[in-house]
């Protein structure tokens, strides 16, 4: 596992379309992967972002959805619906066959980064994927009246002022071995358009890691163009939490960790404000992926300034 010089930190969305462009050039790199949207269903343990990246790189995604398992089916929750069970998550059959070996594997004892090995390798997948941690961490989401689990905030979409965000398990959890050993042999480290409060910063929160991080070369790239996000709740989560809702905002926010921070052409007058401002060396390209070709250019940008 040793020699990979490149570590990704990704969640489940921008993340996952820039590992896939990435994938494409090159295998020399790691990905660690946000599991603060991991959640049991059905007392089965899903882990949203790890299980996008696996179908994303293995060609098993569905594309249109940007999760699950393309041309997959729903009898077993068109099932248990009929028996007036909940479905507020959707998981198809073939989905939920990975989910219930995870948790068969989790009982007996394995991690989640062996397990995460173990299902990367039956997918044909030729990079490391590591979960952040094999401990308990879970991102809720703190509203008006109430809290839930990010996932349910994302996927209900729940309107409404967002009073904080609560890393669950923050002060127990370690991050993985795995995920300290890819540190250890890299260089660079990039953090692709993913989200800043609830897919990026759940990895920086687990101890230590910020500190190692401002000893690396650390390159990122907006997941918003123009105050906007492609897809998710991050503006509703900045502008509740009185961030800036643009990408110096996102700048700020990595502010003590990058040397170098890529935003959408469209928004070059922001580079200048940004580097005089915050110190870091600003570029601009094409950030939005639509097409495959746009994942690898962005990707092929990033990769051509790493020396
Ligand atoms: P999640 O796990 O689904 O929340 O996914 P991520 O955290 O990896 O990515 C979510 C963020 O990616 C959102 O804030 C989007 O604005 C951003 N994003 C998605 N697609 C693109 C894209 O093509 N370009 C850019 N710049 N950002 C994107």
Redesign the pocket.
């Known amino acids: 596992m040793g020699g990979n010089l490149i570590t990704v930190l990704?969640?489940?969305?921008?993340?996952?379309?820039?590992v896939d462009g990435l994938y494409n050039l090159t295998k020399d790199f790691s990905v660690v992967v946000?599991t603060g949207?991991d959640i049991d269903v059905y007392g089965l343990h899903v882990s949203?972002?790890v299980d996008?990246i696996i179908y994303t790189l293995s060609g098993e995604i569905n594309e249109k959805q940007?999760?699950g398992i393309k041309n997959d089916t729903y009898a077993c929750q068109k099932y248990l619906k009929s028996l007036g069970f909940d479905d507020w998550i959707l998981l198809g059959d073939k989905d939920l066959a990975v989910h219930i070996k995870r948790t068969e594997l989790l009982k007996s004892g394995k991690t989640l980064t062996e397990i995460t090995f173990d299902l990367s390798r039956r997918f044909g997948i030729k990079i490391p994927i590591i979960p952040m941690s094999d401990d308990f961490f879970q991102t809720h989401i703190e509203l008006e009246d109430r809290t839930v689990h990010f996932e349910e905030y994302?996927i209900k979409r729940l309107n409404g002022t967002v009073k904080n965000i609560i890393y669950k398990g923050v002060e127990k959890a370690k991050p993985s071995e795995k995920f300290l050993d890819a540190l250890s042999h890299s260089d660079w480290v990039i953090i692709?358009?993913?989200?800043p409060l609830?897919?990026?910063g759940t990895i920086l929160s687990l101890k230590e890691i910020r500190k190692i991080l401002r000893e690396k070369k650390v390159i990122g790239?907006?997941?918003?163009?123009q105050g906007?996000?492609?897809?998710?709740p991050?503006v509703d989560l900045m502008k509740s939490l009185n961030y800036q809702v643009n990408s110096f905002g996102i700048a700020k926010y990595y502010e003590d960790l990058l040397d170098i921070f890529i935003i959408?052409g469209i928004e070059s007058d922001l580079a200048e404000i940004i580097k005089g401002d915050l110190g870091m060396e600003v570029l601009t390209t094409n950030?939005?992926?639509?097409t495959k070709i746009?994942?690898v250019n962005?990707s092929k940008f990033v990769l051509d300034r790493l020396d």
């Open positions: 990704s969640g489940g969305g921008g993340g996952a379309k820039f946000n949207d949203p972002d996008t940007g999760w994302y692709p358009p993913s989200n609830v897919s990026i790239i907006s997941p918003l163009i906007k996000a492609i897809k998710g991050l959408d950030t939005l992926m639509k746009d994942r962005l």
